[in-house]
């Protein structure tokens, strides 16, 4: 089955710097990789996405680079603020597959 | 739409007690997600249902675990007896049909087991 791996499981940045996480995946037939975050005591929401077809998705302070030879994809959040500490969640699915394979998460703490 | 529904948002109970929770998907969403969410394991799928139909419950980890989907808007997950390394939070989440578009998760149940 699909293996997905972040690293690093903590990250800690100031506020205003970048904030990178990379998450690896085992399946080459994996053609979506979505990002979720989720919030002390709520529920996990999509904050962006990319497809296989895509090297790179940018949407506001959040992008996210695919390398699909490599079989990572990593998180970027530039100009990082407190509201955007919280678990990050990835996740890949396979082709033809309805099913997502998650990542353990990554707690970022942003520190004002 | 109100999102996807879940019901009860808390539950204590005791070891060997029934534990019913309930889902409402997304309306026009055709498939739906049990996960269970804990710091040691993460967020595991448990099953899931397309047109109401299971696809994939290798995640149940026990028969003590089962889940149904009569119709296209209600499911449910049960644990029959319950044990206290059951305790977790439970999300359901849905989607439309295709594999590429997005999961909307429900606000989860914290099930605790004492």
């Known amino acids: 089955g699909e293996n997905v791996e972040q690293h690093p499981s903590t990250l800690s940045v100031q506020e205003g710097d970048s904030a990178v996480i990379k998450c690896t995946y085992s399946?080459?037939?994996?053609?979506?990789f979505p990002w979720y975050k989720q919030e002390l005591g709520k529920r996990p929401q999509l904050i962006i996405d990319?497809?296989?077809?895509?090297g790179e998705k940018k949407d506001q302070r959040i992008a996210v680079t695919l390398n699909k030879t490599a079989k990572h994809f990593s998180l970027h959040i530039t100009e990082t603020q407190p509201e955007d500490s919280a678990v990050y969640f990835c996740?890949?699915?396979?082709?033809?597959?309805?099913?997502?394979?998650f990542g353990k998460g990554n707690q970022v703490v942003v520190i004002p | 739409d109100a999102g996807v529904i879940q019901s009860p948002r808390h539950e204590v109970t005791e070891m060997g007690q029934e534990v019913t929770l309930r889902c409402k998907p997304i309306?026009?969403?055709?498939?739906l997600f049990w996960y269970r969410q804990t710091m040691m394991r993460g967020l595991e799928l448990l099953i899931y249902?397309?047109?109401?139909?299971?696809?994939?419950d290798s995640g149940m980890p026990e028969d003590r675990f089962s889940a149904k989907m009569p119709n296209a808007s209600f499911s449910t997950l049960k644990i029959q007896p319950s044990e206290p390394r059951d305790s977790a939070v439970y999300f359901c989440?849905?989607?439309?049909?295709?594999?590429?578009?997005?999961?909307?998760f429900g606000p989860g149940t914290r099930l605790t087991v004492l």
């Open positions: 309306s026009g969403h055709n498939s």
């Open positions: 996740a890949a699915t396979l082709y033809g597959n309805n099913r997502l394979a």
């Open positions: 990319i497809r296989s077809n895509v």
């Open positions: 989440a849905s989607r439309k049909a295709g594999g590429l578009n997005e999961q909307f």
């Open positions: 399946d080459s037939a994996s053609n979506y």
């Open positions: 249902f397309n047109n109401n139909v299971p696809i994939d």
